[in-house]
């Protein structure tokens, strides 16, 4: 297709898309994104399937990829003639038939579940979807699709300014896309927050008949989801991305480096993909040009250090996913010796909006060095959790309650960057959210995950998760990652389990810089973190456990005990039959006894006995 | 019958490439449910990498498994969002509930348990996944029932 062939089709797209407001057929989308249908999207589908089929009503149903909030999910959208698209949140398989109800045999629009509106202006009273309190403070470029198009429709991307981007790079030399993507002042978005121009120019200028473009989607870090929803829900946008970075580093294949734990997103890619070759944006001589590029899918096999660059490279050359050392950096010599760009999903994600709308309007985002915006999986013990996007240099107080709506218990905690990153504790909820103060304070931006504890969380039970997360997934090359970690981890678990001394927080600390420092990659070089953050800003947590053996939080296996309490038992027999080991005993209408030596402290009994109204709330967990 | 060993399949669909090993075992463990020693050698012959090797290369990926699977899948997350609402107490209760350990199979066979680093569901935490359905917003209670229906359906199915 030449670019007069493709702009045709785009026209004739947007005239489609245009259309559905006005469509006498209802649609009804729905939030499908892996986190859609783990809330039940599926059911809440074939619900409204049913409903539909036995009222002998006519509607399109289209499945969307995740809008966000997914507190709110499932979610669907119920968009009549000539109304704006509307939004109903939590809608489990039970709450279709009162929505479209109202909407099919009363001509209403129903309040039940209402979320908001997708209109611009106020709609009869109902409110605007991205008024709500979550979506509100967000800025959205990367996710400006997402929840919104039909993932699998190329012509809803087109419709929405796709592949513009990449057509104006086609008439740009590679060295004004370099210059572009220099004045937005966009950095890598995995982690590190490396410039992405200056690697591309390192790519650029090494002597080669080959050079070669990988989309960093090996979303490893545990509580972490934004490439894999933005995937999902705009595929197409990453592909663009590919085109556009392709374009200017001179590349001629591209790979997509993506976790195997995300088929939902590997089908999306693949019929993409499809849809691309079929119109000529994939493939040699695309629109009609003297670029040719392909890309090629390559599945992770589950290594967490197959993030970092070098060890991606080894994974796709099948080898053992082992970093080497660098220099050479892989825009100079990698993946078969050639040089070589990774870039995070994200960064590959934002860069048709850059060329699009042009590098000073991404740069008027974001602080002086960090710019532009930056999408988090704001999860834990939050109240609206999901996927958001946000200007850098918003703060982290603004994020987690402005956004987040705070936490339940008092807060805690907040870890940024995984488990490279750091535990920042109140004090720092006023820390603008940039590469450089969060790294300051011991954290790294990392790819975007925010886990936000609260007191019901026992911080050093925190560490030694990250710790134990690392100890498993270290490759094994350097000394003092494989051997490091595993020694942190034991005194983490002595100190969890109240058996350490003050000699071991030292120990901890100096074998934390040991690792630190003894490491080659970023895993070694950064895995001590959470347990150096949060033995600097949680000491008095740690001392509990180690003078007190007590763990304030309560979380602690080993210092914690379940007991019932008779006065209060009912005797309902159901802790009994909840217990998994057979630890509780006793009785029909009598205190049950729990037997500590075979308890295994799974909450079973606790959460029967507090949930179920017969049972008297009589079992308490003490530290 | 065809012959246990038989990756002929797989074959044609790639070019025989070291490059290829990775996705090769992919595919093998796609076919059989794990990675049968004798089409392991047959791989090493076709793509001229020693036996040792490719157990180097699949023993370091976390997705390759080297016994055969159980009827069904038992995943549960332990990715930070969920270790913190309480991945847990969910493995810990499912691991005395079918008596098995994470990477075993229960004695009849019938359940895999896997604990699984994030299943990038982490805004809806504790996740976890009964073959290729994912549950989310799970507690032990919720965890309990589902392992309850699972019998109850094999007691149907067993009729």
New interface residues.
Partial sequence: MKPAAIEERRRQAQAKWDAIRESPVPYIYIGAG??G????AADTQQAVEEYLSRHQFEARIVPVGCIGP??L?PLMDVQMPGRPRISYSNIAAKDVEPVLQGFFEKGEIPKYHLAGHFGESEFDGVPRFFDLPMLKPQVRIVLRNCGIIDPDDLDQYLARDGYRGFEKCLTMSWQEVVDTVKRSGLRGRGGAGFPTWRKWATCREQQSDERYLICNAD???????MN?SLIEGDPHAVLEGMLIAGYAIGATHGYIYI?????LAIKRLKKAMAQMREVGLLGEKILGSDFSFDIKI??G????VCGEETALIA????????PRTRPPFPAVAGLRGKPTIINNTETLGTLPNIIRNGAEWYAGYGTETSKGTKTF?????VRR???IEVPLGMTLRQVIYDIGGGTQKPFKAV?SG?PSGGCLSEEFLDLPIDYEHLAEAGAIMGSG?L?V?DAG?CIVD?AK??MT?TQR?S?GKCVPCRVGTRHMVEILERVCDGKADFSDLDKLEKLGRTVKNGSLCALGSSAPNPALTTLKYFRPEFIAHVKDHRCPAVTCKNLVVYRVIPSKCTGCQRCVK?C??GAISGPRSEPHNLDPTKC?????CY??CR?DAIAGDAIVIES | MISRDDISAIRHEFRG???????V??RLQEQDGYLRPDAIRSISRWLKISENEIF??AT?????RFHPPGEHHIKIC????C????GQ??L??TQ??LNVKPGETTADGKYDLER??????????P?VAFD?K????M???KV?RLLEEGRSDQATDSR
Avoid: N, W
Wanted: charged share 20%; proline share 3%.
């Fill in positions: 892996s986190c249908l783990a809330a039940g997914c507190y999910e979303e490893g870090d545990p509580g972490a989801f894999r976790r195997a734990e995300y088929p390559k599945e096999a589950g290594a967490f994974s796709i050359e099948g080898k053992r996913g082992m999986s704001l999860v834990g013990k959790t999901g996927l870890q995984g995950g886990i504890v969380t925190m998760y990250f997360f997934e490759c909840a998994p080991t295994i402290k799974c909450r079973s959460e029967v949930f | 490439e070291r490059e290829d090993l990775i996705p075992l992919q180097g290369v370091f990926y976390a997705q390759f332990l990715g930070t969002a270790h913190v609402r309480g107490e969910i810990a209760m005395a509930r699984v680093a994030c299943l990038g569901c982490c805004a809806l935490a996740v290729d994912f549950h989310s917003q507690s032990v209670l309990q």
